[in-house]
C-alpha cells in the first residue's frame, strides 16, 4: 500500500507537494500515478511516472503539475503549483504489479494509498 501526506488547507496561487509512500513493496520496479478525486466525480488519473522516471501528465493539468520519485525513500511525490479551485479534491498514489511502464500499470492497479484531501481557498 502507499502512505499519503502533504494535503491541507492552501490558498489559490500557492504550491503544494504531495507525498505517497510505499509500505510492503519495493518502488523501484512499478510505476506510480497519482489520481484525483472530487465528490461526485470518477477518480481520474492526473499524472504517472514510470520506473525509470518517465513522466506523463494529462492535458488539463500539463506545466502545472511535477511528479517526480526517490525510490530510496520509496516514495512518489506530486507537485502541484499555481493551485486552483478546481485542484481540490480527494489525491491518491497507486501503483501496480506488471512492470514498470504506465502501460502496463494500467493493466492492474495493486497497490493504493488512503489518499489526502487538498481543500484550496481563494
Known amino acids: 500500500q502507499f502512505v499519503e501526506s502533504g494535503g491541507g488547507l492552501v490558498r489559490s496561487g500557492d504550491s503544494l507537494t504531495l507525498s505517497c509512500r510505499a509500505s510492503g513493496f519495493i518502488l523501484e520496479s512499478y510505476a506510480v500515478a497519482w489520481f484525483h478525486q472530487t465528490p461526485g466525480k470518477e477518480r481520474k488519473q492526473v499524472s504517472c511516472?514510470?520506473?525509470?522516471?518517465?513522466t506523463e501528465y494529462v492535458e488539463s493539468v500539463k506545466g502545472r503539475l511535477t511528479i517526480d520519485r526517490d525510490n530510496a525513500k520509496e516514495t512518489a511525490y506530486l507537485r502541484i503549483h499555481s493551485l486552483r479551485p478546481e485542484d481540490e479534491g480527494f489525491y491518491c498514489?497507486?501503483?501496480?504489479?506488471?512492470?514498470?511502464?504506465?502501460?502496463?500499470?494500467?493493466?492492474?492497479?495493486?497497490?493504493w494509498g488512503q489518499g489526502t484531501q487538498v481543500t484550496v481557498s481563494s
Open positions: 511516472i514510470t520506473s525509470n522516471g518517465t
Open positions: 498514489g497507486a501503483a501496480g504489479a506488471y512492470g514498470g511502464t504506465c502501460a502496463q500499470m494500467r493493466l492492474g492497479l495493486e497497490w
